[in-house]
């Protein structure tokens, strides 16, 4: 009788400890979230005992020569993906360099734009799973179309860098200027991404170290002699390949604010004077808007500085319009009511001439008055 009641016991324990653990943990639990990543990294989905890292070890020789492509193609998308959204101002422009080569008329600067994108987004989670894996102690092994993808990645991004080098060189400088506006930001996040990464680092370096000592201690007097420059001197060196490296870009980045400036930190003192009054497209309720009269009636009353939005026509001339057709500043449904809803850029400028931009303003002022008018005298009375 005692032996079954022992048998019992621990069934029983075992059914009130299925009971009492959250039903999560059935489902999401560590073996899950390793067989995970190891299968969005490299596509096999069955955790293997014998790919586990032993003490000391590292990836294969493939591997760890592959691991710096993918870490140069996530850096390349990156900053192409920045270059590019930081040129929002020139998307028109490409976009009617791509249809006058093709004669077909489409928004291709936002299909680049989330290209580059899904680019970025792919190499940065294969750059973390991969992390994941090293942190877990799995070997890492990258399925084969994954390494082809990323080789294209890295020859499409080396392709648009050529692009951008060779006929929009002018689009580098606004980078430079929008990294001195962003470097505070990326001062900061830049010091935070080392400091996390520092732990795992610490780990592995914590691990070398006590195989080195271990690989020491178990080494007779002359195999010390011997493999003293193979294996210790390998193990002391791959410390400093990986200390030392990331010792002196965390230091730099402790030290680059003595250095560096950026327009957007400045002393309260130093700051020059803020404007009273600024012309949104000159003064809109003294004049039509982005006209002449406009600008000089802001001027009249003391404006600052002035706002206009300015779009260029189908044969390259500048004019001012705010909105994406003429319908509400120009007489545009009088003229020609079928092209009423036509970008303004796609009309010459000797057409664009001749509309009138400033009957809309009369008449609406036509109303306005007698209103003001009325309203006053209710007030008086």
Known sequence: ????????????????????????????????????????????????????????QCCSLRERLFYPCLIISFCMSVLLVFVWVESSNEYNGFDWVIFIGTGLWFFWSIVLLSFLGILAAYTSLLLVLGFLLLWE?????????????????????????????TYWRDRWLTVGLSLQVFAPYIHLSSIAMMVILSWPLAFYLIRLE??????????????????????LTKLRALQVAIG??????????????????????????????KPDLFGH?????????????????????????LESDVHISYDHVPFLMHDSDLRRTTNIKEVLPNASLTHPSLFDWDFLSTLNAGKWFSQALCLVIPLVWLLKSILKS
């Open 137 to 165: 102690g799995i070997e890492l092994y990258l399925h084969w179309c994954h390494k082809i993808l990323i080789l294209l990645v890295i020859v499409m991004c080396s392709f648009f860098f050529w692009i951008l080098f």
């Open 210 to 231: 006590g195989e080195a000592r271990f690989r020491r201690y178990q080494m007779t007097c002359n195999e010390r002699k011997r493999n003293r420059c193979n294996v």
């Open 1 to 56: 009788m005692p032996m079954k009641a022992s048998k019992v016991e621990p069934q029983i324990q075992t059914r009130k400890q299925k009971k009492d653990t959250p039903w999560i943990l059935y489902i999401f639990n560590h073996k899950c979230f390793v067989t995970t990543i190891i299968g969005c990294y490299s596509c096999h989905w069955k955790i293997k005992q014998e790919k586990k890292l032993k003490r000391g």
């Open 244 to 273: 030392l490296p990331f010792f002196l870009i965390l230091l730099c980045l402790y030290l680059l604010p003595l250095g560096n400036f950026s327009p957007c930190v400045q002393e309260k003192d130093k700051l020059a004077p």
């Open 281 to 305: 497209r000159g003064a809109p309720m003294l004049g039509p808007e982005n006209t002449i009269m406009a600008f000089e009636k802001a001027v009249e009353h003391g404006a600052c500085g």
